[in-house]
Nanobody, 118 residues
Framework: VQLQASGGGLVQAGGSLRLSCAAS????????MGWYRQAPGKQRELVAT???????NYADSVKGRFTVSVDNAKNTVYLQMSSLKPEDTAVYFC?????????????WGQGTLVTVSS
């Protein structure tokens, strides 16, 4: 599975951004997709995930501000980010759990940088 993320950029604190990530390649199904982020000097952390059935999971730090959604027909996951804070600055990575010829697969996108200025 190949993942192509887009939508990162520079935004002022309090602003909004929308990230998109499209999955392509050969697979039978995608069970879940989501977003993780890695700030400078920190470990990668979960931001939000969503299953193909629509069940969501959010990091406490983004609850109420970020919304994850998925378009199963387009194999695309979105992350709507609002009320952004400088501490949201990080490289955001898309992730997909899929099933293919070789069984379960865990794929990562190349990352998109989000910078929130104070």
């Amino acid at each position: 599975v190949q993942l192509q993320a887009s939508g990162g950029g520079l935004v002022q604190a309090g602003g909004s951004l929308r990230l998109s990530c499209a999955a392509s390649g050969s697979f039978f199904s995608i069970n879940a997709m989501g977003w993780y982020r890695q700030a400078p000097g920190k470990q990668r952390e979960l931001v939000a995930t969503i299953t193909s059935g629509g069940m969501t999971n959010y990091a406490d730090s983004v609850k109420g501000r970020f919304t994850v959604s998925v378009d199963n027909a387009k194999n695309t996951v979105y992350l709507q980010m609002s009320s952004l804070k400088p501490e949201d600055t990080a490289v955001y990575f898309c992730n997909a759990n899929s099933v293919g010829d070789n069984g379960y697969d865990d794929s990562w996108g190349q990352g998109t940088l989000v910078t929130v200025s104070s």
